[in-house]
Protein backbone atom coordinates (compact mmCIF):
# COMPACT_ATOMS: atom_id res chain seq x y z
CA UNK A 1 0.00 0.00 0.00
CA UNK A 2 2.89 2.62 0.76
CA UNK A 3 4.59 1.55 -2.37
CA UNK A 4 2.12 2.46 -4.49
CA UNK A 5 1.24 5.46 -2.49
CA UNK A 6 5.06 6.48 -3.04
CA UNK A 7 5.25 6.09 -6.22
CA UNK A 8 1.83 8.16 -7.03
CA UNK A 9 2.95 10.98 -5.19
CA UNK A 10 6.97 10.35 -7.11
CA UNK A 11 4.93 10.48 -10.47
CA UNK A 12 3.22 13.79 -9.46
CA UNK A 13 6.22 15.50 -8.37
CA UNK A 14 8.09 14.68 -11.53
CA UNK A 15 4.87 16.38 -13.59
CA UNK A 16 4.90 18.95 -11.18
CA UNK A 17 8.61 19.95 -11.48
CA UNK A 18 8.37 19.67 -15.52
CA UNK A 19 5.30 22.41 -15.65
CA UNK A 20 7.41 24.79 -13.48
CA UNK A 21 10.81 23.93 -15.82
CA UNK A 22 9.16 24.39 -18.93
CA UNK A 23 7.37 27.81 -18.16
CA UNK A 24 11.03 28.71 -16.59
CA UNK A 25 12.23 27.77 -20.26
CA UNK A 26 9.43 29.85 -21.63
CA UNK A 27 9.66 32.69 -19.86
CA UNK A 28 13.50 33.12 -20.24
CA UNK A 29 13.66 31.89 -23.73
CA UNK A 30 11.20 35.27 -24.40
CA UNK A 31 8.43 33.32 -25.66
CA UNK A 32 6.07 36.44 -24.28
CA UNK A 33 7.37 38.77 -26.39
CA UNK A 34 7.10 36.98 -29.49
CA UNK A 35 3.48 37.28 -29.21
CA UNK A 36 3.86 40.84 -29.22
CA UNK A 37 5.50 40.43 -32.61
CA UNK A 38 2.88 40.03 -34.98
CA UNK A 39 1.01 42.43 -37.42
CA UNK A 40 -0.90 44.00 -34.26
CA UNK A 41 1.50 45.31 -31.08
CA UNK A 42 0.35 46.83 -28.00
CA UNK A 43 1.65 50.01 -27.85
CA UNK A 44 0.03 50.30 -23.91
CA UNK A 45 -2.80 50.55 -21.99
CA UNK A 46 -5.04 52.03 -19.44
CA UNK A 47 -6.93 50.22 -16.94
CA UNK A 48 -10.69 52.56 -16.08
CA UNK A 49 -12.67 49.86 -14.44
CA UNK A 50 -12.29 46.81 -12.96
CA UNK A 51 -12.46 44.60 -16.09
CA UNK A 52 -12.51 47.68 -18.38
CA UNK A 53 -9.19 49.00 -20.06
CA UNK A 54 -8.43 51.50 -23.22
CA UNK A 55 -5.41 50.35 -25.11
CA UNK A 56 -3.19 51.52 -27.82
CA UNK A 57 -2.83 48.77 -30.32
CA UNK A 58 -0.01 49.51 -33.46
CA UNK A 59 -1.04 48.24 -36.78
CA UNK A 60 1.39 49.09 -39.92
CA UNK A 61 1.63 52.71 -39.55
CA UNK A 62 -1.84 53.52 -37.61
CA UNK A 63 -2.07 53.55 -33.80
CA UNK A 64 -6.05 52.14 -33.08
CA UNK A 65 -7.39 53.26 -29.33
CA UNK A 66 -9.64 50.43 -28.32
CA UNK A 67 -11.74 50.19 -25.48
CA UNK A 68 -11.96 46.57 -24.34
CA UNK A 69 -14.47 45.13 -21.62
CA UNK A 70 -14.78 41.45 -20.76
CA UNK A 71 -17.63 41.55 -23.87
CA UNK A 72 -15.94 43.34 -26.41
CA UNK A 73 -13.23 45.84 -27.76
CA UNK A 74 -14.51 49.01 -29.50
CA UNK A 75 -12.48 51.32 -31.62
CA UNK A 76 -12.08 54.94 -29.96
CA UNK A 77 -10.22 56.37 -31.94
CA UNK A 78 -6.97 55.97 -34.82
CA UNK A 79 -4.29 58.03 -34.71
CA UNK A 80 -0.97 58.19 -36.93
CA UNK A 81 1.89 56.38 -35.77
CA UNK A 82 3.75 58.25 -33.02
CA UNK A 83 7.56 58.55 -32.92
CA UNK A 84 9.78 57.66 -30.19
CA UNK A 85 10.66 60.93 -28.83
CA UNK A 86 7.07 61.89 -28.34
CA UNK A 87 4.94 61.29 -25.23
CA UNK A 88 3.96 58.02 -25.04
CA UNK A 89 0.36 56.82 -25.86
CA UNK A 90 -0.59 55.83 -21.95
CA UNK A 91 0.42 59.45 -21.23
CA UNK A 92 -1.59 61.05 -23.72
CA UNK A 93 -4.59 59.24 -22.99
CA UNK A 94 -4.28 59.24 -18.76
CA UNK A 95 -3.58 63.24 -19.13
CA UNK A 96 -6.44 64.90 -20.95
CA UNK A 97 -9.12 62.35 -19.10
CA UNK A 98 -9.62 64.28 -16.30
CA UNK A 99 -10.30 67.56 -17.62
CA UNK A 100 -13.03 65.32 -20.47
CA UNK A 101 -14.90 63.55 -17.98
CA UNK A 102 -15.17 66.99 -15.99
CA UNK A 103 -16.72 68.51 -18.72
CA UNK A 104 -19.60 65.77 -18.79
CA UNK A 105 -20.19 65.24 -15.16
CA UNK A 106 -23.27 67.17 -13.78
CA UNK A 107 -21.20 69.35 -11.38
CA UNK A 108 -18.61 69.94 -13.66
CA UNK A 109 -15.77 68.46 -11.72
CA UNK A 110 -15.45 65.78 -8.81
CA UNK A 111 -14.29 68.25 -6.11
CA UNK A 112 -17.36 70.16 -5.34
CA UNK A 113 -19.17 69.10 -1.87
Known amino acids: M???????????????????????????SGGLQAIN???????????VGTRERVMVLEVADTWLVVGVTAG???????LPRQLEDQPSATQTLASP?????????????????
Open 72 to 78: QINALHT
Open 2 to 28: SGALFQAFGGLAIVVALMFGSAWIFRR
Open 97 to 113: FPQWLARFTPNGSRDST
Open 37 to 47: RGPVKIVGGVR
